[in-house]
């Protein structure tokens, strides 16, 4: 088990944006989490990845418990996320972005430099490696924000929503990319909404509706439950 | 140390958080509503100050009775700095927002060394020397004369801003911009109306310090950094705050100079701040 | 019908041929007419170029902070003061050689930034700039009040020892414009250093996007605080050079807030976070400043603040990213206009 997240809370201002979630992460498996809008998963991800601090609840790490951490601590541990409207430093060029990410694992520019490059080539977007990030479309932004986390060498990777709005040859090329990435021994934990792409990719899926489990399972369990549409669809629905 | 002492400070600390309280809610209106901290603010105190001198010693006008022209002159004033400056850094950095208003400091500074020199210049009316005694500590007339006007002044604003059209239509603009476009609300005039008042409001704290202090050039200098530290504490854009914290602060003041001394007033006041600023950043009543 | 030749490939300038490319030689002419300028030039001119140095140097380490890490100082006079204080106080005292009271002064500044650190990093924009007015200003009263140690408003004279040069003395402006000069490479050196290393490059993340800057592991906070202390450091030497230079200091012109405006000025005239923007700026503003003083000698008060003012205003308003670029482009158009074959390396 690779994370083990149990009972986290977290209350802003009287709404419960995530209440008791508790779930685990098996080492080298896509963990899918999806649910409705607000159902509290991006606040889950900046729970874990130490941008807020849970109310209750303990987030369990390679033997950690990470609650009280600093986002930057946790990104040296080893967890790296992405951000569902990409951030990425946009007066910087390309290479510059990923070297950030590349500079947690050596000091020395030119050694960051390399493992930036190499970065952007797997992920394609080499040829780019000098222009202004502001300048990339919303697509080249997006593998910009996974180089630039892949540069860290992470052990967990959490994707916030990548697949939004794509064609389907960009969705097809996103998902051969995500499974090279794992392939790479990276653990990935991905929120999405578009189904199609959370059950091609996911090992095991988790529901979350107005921030607690509603299920937990393989893709085609989760389909079938009864809970799950109801989250989705309403409750007339169970025949659909 | 006697409690005579301590119970003059204390109502010397009461008078002078008055005013200071006027210029003060100035300060935090700018910033709850055009969202910029004001390093200039001081100058329109300064400015006041000697367009109440100027009018007395080429005109006679007691201050008291130049305080309407002076408000209204630096009503406009506020507007124009506003309009021709501080709207073009609206959406800049920081370091734009900052060192306009500061390099508009210096400007106004030197300009009034230029015009008047360095010289302390005093307004001499025939009640500057008026006492009365107060259970044992001596109030002066022209002090307690600006504690009033300052209070009825910081009153009027506060009506205004909850009863007038106009002032909940500030208040809007200083909760969210957006919105209060949808509603028809142009926040470019709350902008201009939000410093020109402030500015009167500075040169109204100016003016009514004329019977009792003297103007020099860098004289809004030492009362805007003890303004700064009020509306910090008080919690920026926080009106209430920041009178309220006013008479807080210069009373703290006027007791630690008794044991700190005379000179070292402000850095009292400074010490008060930094230690503010590192453990609540929101100030005394906000939400960190 | 023209067969189209293969186009020659770019040939890197190689070994003597650089030695054409005025790129590479006018530098070694500039540094050489810089060495002569001192003997042949009038004091008065020496004067500005060392002020020009001096205010080179605190806008580079201004620079460090308000430009690479994005913390608006407008307090750094604290720094140069504590510089100026220390070493004088402790060679009067003591007779402690500046050169040491130099670092001395400089570790006492990192301390205080330190404690300004701890106390107000996680501030932002004004409100940090506002601490610092805070610190300069109860340093300056400090001073003020603590009369028995700091002769308060009289100020502080350095006893004049003759050419003294391990008191850090000298008869002659000569020495303190190679002295200057070599602190100015040095701290240009510093900042190139910092903006080409990892420091260097988390500084640029976090002024772009601070959360995004976590996200990817860095420590924010560290990384600023490692170039306050720098800044500081840097500032509070510089403060120990102009009180050996003057001879004389007192509160309110090495603690006062118009000197930490003008050192402000000088990075963002030049360009803030830029390597070279502080020494144009530097450049630009003291010979102004030294100009102005010259032609209207005392006879306009505050013409001097009133140039900064307007610069300022005028800067914000106008070009905010400051000057560099533009004169970075009369530089390229300058070596293009001199004899040899000019090929830009970069």
Not at chain 3, 222 to 241: C, D, E, W
Not at chain 3, 271 to 288: C, H, K, N, R
Request: proline content about 4%; glycine content about 10%.
């Amino acid at each position: 088990m690779l994370l083990e997240v149990k009972n986290m809370s977290k209350n802003f201002g009287g709404l419960k944006a995530v209440n008791g979630l508790s779930f685990s992460v098996e080492a080298g498996e896509i963990f899918g989490q999806i649910g409705p809008n607000g159902a509290g998963k991006t606040t889950a991800f900046n729970l874990i990845t130490g941008f807020y601090r849970p109310d209750e609840g303990e987030i369990w790490f390679k033997g950690e418990d990470l609650v009280g951490l600093k986002a930057f601590h946790i990104c040296q541990r080893g967890i790296c996320r992405t951000f569902q409207l990409a951030k990425p430093f946009r007066d910087l060029t390309v290479l510059r972005n990923v070297m950030m990410g590349a500079f947690l694992k050596t000091p020395h520019p030119k050694e960051a430099e390399e493992r930036a490059l190499a970065t952007l080539s797997f992920v394609k977007l080499l040829d780019k490696k000098d222009e202004f990030a502001r300048s990339l479309n919303t697509i080249d932004q997006r593998r910009l924000e996974l180089a630039r986390a892949l540069a860290t060498e992470p052990t967990l990777l959490l994707l916030d929503e990548m697949m939004a709005g794509l064609n389907p040859k960009e969705f097809e090329e996103a998902i051969a990319l995500i499974r090279q990435v794992r392939e790479r021994g990276i653990t990935i934990i991905v929120v999405e909404h578009v189904i199609k792409a959370i059950m091609a990719l996911s090992d095991r899926i988790l529901v979350i509706h107005q921030g607690t489990k509603i299920a937990e399972g393989k893709p085609q369990e989760i389909i079938k439950d009864v809970k799950v549409i109801e989250a989705y669809l309403g409750k007339g629905y169970h025949h659909a | 140390m006697s409690i005579t002492t301590v119970w003059q400070a204390l109502l010397s600390g009461l008078l002078n958080g008055a005013v200071y309280g006027l210029l003060s809610v100035g300060l935090t209106m700018i910033f709850g509503v055009v969202k910029i901290v004001n390093f200039a603010h001081g100058e329109f105190l300064m400015i006041g100050m000697y367009v109440s001198y100027a009018l007395w010693a080429f005109l006679g006008i007691d201050p008291l009775w130049s305080l309407p022209l002076v408000m209204a002159a630096l009503f406009f004033f506020g507007m124009g700095i506003q309009r021709f400056f501080i709207r073009r850094v609206l959406n800049a950095p920081d370091l734009a927002q900052i060192f306009l208003t500061v390099g508009l400091s210096v400007l106004m500074i030197n300009l009034a060394l230029f015009l008047f020199r360095a010289d302390f210049r005093m307004v001499k009316v025939p009640y500057a020397d008026w006492t009365f005694s107060l259970a044992g500590a001596i109030v002066s007339v022209p002090r307690l004369i600006a504690c009033l006007g300052a209070i009825i002044f910081s009153l009027l604003l506060a009506l205004f801003l909850l009863k007038t059209d106009v002032g909940k239509a500030m208040r809007a603009v200083a909760q969210d911009r957006e919105v209060s476009m949808l509603v028809g609300i142009n926040p470019e005039r709350m902008y201009n109306l939000a410093v020109g008042i402030s500015a009167a409001l500075a040169g109204a704290a100016g003016a009514l310090t004329m019977s009792f202090y003297f103007v020099f050039p860098s004289v809004g200098v030492n009362f805007v950094l003890i303004a700064f530290v009020i509306v910090i504490l008080g919690t920026l854009g926080n009106i209430k705050g920041a009178f309220l914290t006013s008479l807080i602060v210069v009373v703290a003041e006027s007791v630690g100079v008794l044991f700190a001394g005379a000179d070292l007033g402000l850095a009292v006041v400074f010490v008060i701040l930094v230690l503010t600023l590192a453990f609540r950043p929101a100030g005394l009543l906000g939400r960190a | 019908m023209a067969i189209a030749l293969p186009a020659e490939p770019e040939k890197k300038q190689g070994g003597f041929n650089r030695l054409g490319n005025p790129e590479v030689y006018f530098p070694f002419l500039g540094l050489l007419i810089l060495f002569i300028l001192p003997f042949v030039l009038p004091i008065f001119f020496v004067h500005i170029l060392i002020m020009i140095f001096l205010f080179a140097i605190l806008g580079s380490a201004w620079n460090l902070i308000g430009g690479y890490a994005s913390q608006l100082s407008l307090g750094h006079a604290a720094f140069f003061g504590i510089g100026a204080y220390t070493s004088t106080m402790l060679m009067r005292s003591y007779g402690l050689s500046p050169w040491i009271g130099m670092i001395f002064g400089a570790f006492l500044a990192v301390a205080m930034s330190i404690l300004l650190g701890a106390l107000c990093f996680r501030l932002r924009g004004p409100y940090f700039a506002i601490a610092t007015i805070g610190l300069a200003e109860v340093l300056r009263l400090f001073t003020l009040h603590f009369r028995d140690w700091t002769s308060g408003a009289i100020g502080l004279t350095i006893p004049f020892k003759g050419n003294a040069p391990f008191l850090f003395q000298f008869t002659s402006k000569v020495p303190y414009y190679f002295i200057s000069f070599f602190f100015l490479m040095l701290t240009i050196w510093v900042v190139r250093w910092v903006g080409s290393s990892r420091l260097g490059n988390y500084l640029l993340a976090i002024g772009q996007d601070q959360d995004a800057a976590e996200a990817v592991g860095i420590d924010s906070a560290k990384a600023k605080r490692m170039a306050f202390y720098m800044s500081s450091f840097i500032t509070g030497m510089a403060g120990t050079f102009y009180a050996q230079y003057a001879y004389f200091i007192e509160p309110d012109s090495v603690f006062g807030l118009g000197l930490s405006i003008q050192i402000a000025l000088v990075a963002i005239l030049g360009g803030v976070g830029t390597v070279w923007g502080p020494v144009v700026g530097a450049l630009i503003i003291e010979s102004l400043i030294q100009f102005t003083q010259y032609a209207f000698a005392g006879t306009i008060y505050g013409l001097e603040q009133i140039v900064y003012g307007s610069l300022l205003v005028v800067i914000i308003l106008l070009r905010p990213v400051g000057v560099i670029q533009w004169v970075q482009n009369l530089y390229g158009r300058w070596l293009r206009c001199l004899p040899g074959k000019y090929a830009p390396r970069s």
